[in-house]
């Protein structure tokens, strides 16, 4: 499946140098989907070569002309949605549905990103001299370094590569070795749309080969990496060499809350929505639920009534709502993290082990924990898997502090109706996203990223561009 691909250099695909490849795995099989091709040193110098001077046509192209071309990806994107979305079930292993949803999703930030091209306003400053003048504006920052995970390829590459290409920059992009089809398909779009040669690059392979190599060139002049903590750190490390400027968008451990003047009903359908999508492998993902004590119970019966209803198994499958975990390496972190609860004094209420039937893929059931403190391991660790831990509280103040009490700082979710409560929590709940009342989050037109170890800096809305600009201030004086 991948032999039309390769290596994408300079407007085309093509073997890597020494011509290795590296396995895909289907998660809900364990079946070889094929063989990627495998960048090496060779390929990744020539990439850069490529962004670099791919960057000399694309910084000088108006932007009326680029907000075309991006905004042409976005329509092909829509018209290839059931290409792109089979590669995400293949790959990812989420349902069919899911995956037209993430092509969607990343149509919509290239349409957002085609508009905001056009509107990359400077500033005139009225100057303290009468013979001069001030002016602010904005320049591409260079050619941009895109590490993309494997959860959602097609969303987060959109991402990276529409406000890039808005800024005026080009692009080498890494997808994950987990999923590198996906983000293929969307780079071949890129083309067919009528993005010019070396402006959109990708090089597949080793992860931390290729970003080492690529983050000691001088040609990278920022960093886009949505990932880990762990590996954000060390990103930002080797980005200080060479002072790149870098967006993070990292681990998040997004609590839930649910105040006791709700309908549970309804909050119910919004947590099994935000939980079980793409089996929980979400950096915003509901992960500490905290209910209102007197509403414990029927929180609990609602919700696992819901989640017993879920239809596991193949994406691919009509009416799969819950697809594998993406890896065995995820399935196994998923079953130790599940034991340690245990052993931590949690008590199992569903789920807890492989769903019978399955001989093979990555699955494992929705699992719903009882009796957790808040110094359980589950509360501090992200358990990116279906993985629900239960505790209440009693006073509103008494759980944002909770809630608090953690040093990632991507999304959280409250539930009242006490437009009070609502107003003060959205405030004072330490995250970059609050989502009250709903499940909605990561959409085209919102500035989305975290705080704390999270990360910094936005992706989508009118912020996200700024960090691909330059500032540049002239002061000129009318004659001399």
């Given at each position: 499946?991948?032999?039309?691909?390769?290596?994408?250099?300079?407007?085309?695909?093509?073997?890597?140098?020494?011509?290795?490849?590296?396995?895909?795995?289907?998660?809900?099989?364990?079946?070889?989907?094929?063989?990627?091709?495998?960048?090496?040193?060779?390929?990744?110098?020539?990439?850069?070569?490529?962004?670099?001077?791919?960057?000399?046509?694309?910084?000088?192209?108006?932007?009326?002309?680029?907000?075309?071309?991006?905004?042409?990806?976005?329509?092909?994107?829509?018209?290839?949605?059931?290409?792109l979305?089979?590669?995400?079930?293949?790959?990812?292993?989420?349902?069919?549905?899911?995956?037209?949803?993430?092509?969607?999703?990343?149509?919509?930030?290239?349409?957002?990103?085609?508009?905001?091209?056009?509107?990359?306003?400077?500033?005139?400053?009225?100057?303290r001299?009468?013979d001069?003048?001030?002016?602010?504006?904005?320049?591409?920052?260079?050619?941009?370094?895109?590490?993309?995970?494997?959860?959602?390829?097609?969303?987060?590459?959109?991402?990276?590569?529409?406000?890039?290409?808005?800024?005026?920059?080009?692009?080498?992009c890494?997808?994950?070795?987990?999923?590198?089809?996906?983000?293929?398909?969307?780079?071949?779009i890129?083309?067919?749309?009528?993005?010019?040669?070396?402006?959109?690059?990708?090089?597949?392979?080793?992860?931390a080969?290729?970003?080492?190599?690529?983050?000691?060139?001088?040609?990278?002049?920022?960093?886009?990496?949505?990932?880990?903590?762990?590996?954000?750190?060390?990103?930002?490390?080797?980005?200080?060499?060479?002072?790149?400027?870098?967006?993070?968008?990292?681990?998040?451990?997004?609590?839930?809350?649910?105040?006791?003047?709700?309908?549970?009903?309804?909050?119910?359908?919004?947590?099994?929505?935000?939980?079980?999508?793409n089996?929980?492998?979400?950096?915003?993902?509901?992960?500490?639920?905290?209910?209102?004590?007197?509403?414990?119970?029927?929180?609990?019966?609602?919700?696992?009534?819901?989640?017993?209803?879920?239809?596991?198994?193949?994406?691919?499958?009509?009416?799969?709502?819950?697809?594998?975990?993406?890896?065995?390496?995820?399935?196994?972190?998923?079953?130790?993290l599940?034991?340690?609860?245990?052993?931590?004094?949690?008590?199992?209420?569903?789920?807890?082990?492989?769903?019978?039937?399955?001989?093979k893929?990555?699955?494992?059931?929705?699992?719903?924990?009882?009796?957790?403190?808040?110094?359980?391991?589950?509360?501090?660790?992200?358990?990116?898997?279906?993985?629900?831990?239960?505790?209440?509280?009693?006073?509103?103040?008494?759980?944002?502090?909770?809630?608090?009490?953690?040093?990632?700082?991507l999304?959280?979710?409250?539930?009242?109706?006490?437009?009070?409560?609502?107003?003060?929590?959205?405030?004072?709940?330490?995250?970059?996203?609050?989502?009250?009342?709903?499940?909605?989050?990561a959409?085209?037109?919102?500035?989305?990223?975290?705080?704390?170890?999270?990360?910094?800096?936005?992706?989508?809305?009118?912020?996200?561009?700024k960090?691909?600009?330059?500032?540049?201030?002239?002061?000129?004086?009318?004659?001399?």
């Amino acid at each position: 499946m991948y032999s039309k691909f390769g290596q994408f250099i300079d407007g085309k695909w093509q073997e890597a140098e020494k011509k290795e490849t590296y396995d895909v795995i289907n998660p809900a099989t364990e079946e070889v989907i094929g063989k990627a091709s495998k960048a090496s040193s060779a390929d990744v110098q020539k990439a850069l070569k490529s962004a670099e001077k791919g960057l000399k046509v694309w910084s000088n192209t108006t932007p009326w002309q680029r907000s075309y071309v991006i905004r042409k990806i976005a329509d092909l994107m829509r018209e290839k949605k059931d290409v792109l979305s089979k590669w995400l079930t293949l790959e990812v292993g989420k349902p069919l549905a899911e995956g037209v949803g993430e092509v969607g999703g990343g149509a919509d930030i290239f349409e957002w990103n085609a508009e905001e091209t056009k509107r990359i306003y400077g500033q005139t400053v009225q100057s303290r001299f009468p013979d001069t003048r001030v002016h602010v504006y904005y320049q591409p920052v260079g050619v941009v370094a895109a590490l993309i995970p494997w959860n959602f390829p097609i969303i987060l590459a959109a991402r990276k590569i529409s406000t890039a290409l808005a800024a005026g920059c080009s692009v080498i992009c890494k997808p994950d070795v987990i999923t590198p089809g996906a983000v293929m398909e969307l780079v071949n779009i890129c083309k067919e749309a009528g993005v010019p040669d070396g402006v959109v690059n990708l090089l597949s392979g080793d992860p931390a080969e290729i970003s080492n190599e690529l983050l000691e060139s001088d040609i990278i002049k920022k960093v886009s990496i949505t990932g880990s903590t762990r590996v954000g750190k060390l990103i930002l490390k080797k980005a200080a060499d060479k002072v790149q400027r870098v967006t993070m968008e990292l681990s998040g451990h997004s609590p839930f809350i649910v105040c006791d003047d709700v309908d549970m009903n309804k909050v119910a359908d919004i947590a099994i929505t935000a939980k079980f999508r793409n089996n929980g492998q979400v950096c915003i993902s509901p992960n500490r639920f905290y209910i209102q004590e007197n509403k414990k119970d029927e929180f609990l019966g609602a919700f696992m009534d819901r989640a017993k209803k879920l239809k596991i198994g193949n994406g691919m499958d009509e009416g799969t709502i819950l697809g594998p975990l993406t890896t065995a390496k995820r399935l196994e972190e998923i079953e130790k993290l599940v034991e340690t609860t245990k052993n931590e004094g949690a008590d199992i209420l569903m789920g807890g082990k492989r769903p019978s039937g399955f001989n093979k893929g990555y699955f494992y059931e929705p699992t719903v924990f009882d009796n957790v403190k808040d110094d359980f391991t589950i509360m501090r660790e992200e358990p990116f898997g279906p993985l629900v831990p239960v505790l209440t509280f009693k006073t509103f103040d008494e759980v944002i502090e909770r809630a608090n009490n953690n040093n990632l700082g991507l999304c959280s979710y409250l539930y009242t109706n006490n437009m009070d409560q609502a107003n003060r929590g959205s405030e004072m709940l330490e995250s970059g996203c609050v989502a009250v009342n709903t499940g909605a989050v990561a959409v085209a037109e919102a500035p989305f990223g975290g705080i704390k170890q999270t990360g910094y800096g936005r992706e989508g809305g009118s912020m996200a561009i700024k960090d691909y600009l330059n500032v540049k201030y002239t002061h000129m004086a009318l004659k001399v």
